[in-house]
């Protein structure tokens, strides 16, 4: 079967850094995402990679290994406004997107 | 640019009735519009996947005579819950792709909240 695990929930401190993992095992790959999702709002696009390393985005980065099936969303310089929910969703052969069950960022101040 | 719309945003309504849910790409065409279900501290759930012009098609588990869907354009989609009983009471959520590519990010609206009582 396809699975993505990811953490269920996670606490860190404003102005610190926290890395969110991901791993994946689908029936093909064709790219994976992360999303942000704030409590009763829609998903929010952050990132997505196809190839490995890492891709840089602002406070936000994400990075890729294709052959260990794994991923993490790196945020620094954290805010109030960063707690949410974060998913991970791969694309997989049928180019349909798996997702998994978000992983819940709590900030304290 | 890629906004997507949903209508309304929330509704409450009597157990047995039925409920429609607007989707809209305003600023370009969606070839491939996908309609999730969220219940609360849970994942998106895909419940179908429509392309416009053709029958969409539905999830495993998922009733396509109760979740009637429809996409006649290219800018709009809609879900209808018919008969809709308390237990269908979710986040309903649309997206969006533009096609044309292998890699088609989806552009999601912000959602429509059911209650049903």
């Known amino acids: 079967g396809q699975n993505i695990d990811q953490p269920t929930e996670m606490t860190a401190t404003e102005g610190a850094i926290v890395q969110i993992n991901c791993t994946y095992q689908t029936s093909g790959f064709n790219g994976l995402f992360w999303y942000q999702q704030h409590a009763g709002e829609a998903p929010t696009f952050l990132s997505y990679n196809v190839l490995d390393g890492l891709e840089e985005k602002g406070r936000f980065s994400s990075f890729l290994s294709r052959s260990k099936g794994y991923s993490y969303l790196l945020l620094k310089e954290l805010q109030m406004k960063d707690s949410a929910s974060y998913l991970c969703a791969v694309l997989d052969s049928n180019y349909q997107l798996i997702w998994g069950a978000g992983t819940k960022l709590i900030i304290k101040p | 640019g890629a906004v997507v719309s949903q209508h309304p945003s929330w509704v409450i309504c009597k157990s047995g009735t039925s409920v429609k849910i607007e989707c809209r790409s305003l600023?370009?065409?969606?070839?491939?519009m996908f309609w999730y279900r969220q219940f609360p501290k849970q994942s998106l759930m895909l419940m179908a996947t429509s392309n416009e012009g053709s029958k969409a098609t539905y999830e495993q588990g998922v009733e396509k005579d109760k979740f009637l869907i429809n996409h006649a354009s290219l800018t709009l989609s809609t879900l209808t819950v018919t008969s809709a009983h308390p237990e269908d009471s979710s986040f309903y959520i649309c997206?969006?792709?533009?096609?044309?590519?292998?890699?088609?990010?989806?552009?999601f609206g912000p959602g429509t909240r059911l209650t049903v009582l």
């Open positions: 600023d370009f065409q969606a070839t491939t």
């Open positions: 997206s969006a792709t533009t096609g044309g590519s292998s890699y088609n990010e989806q552009f």
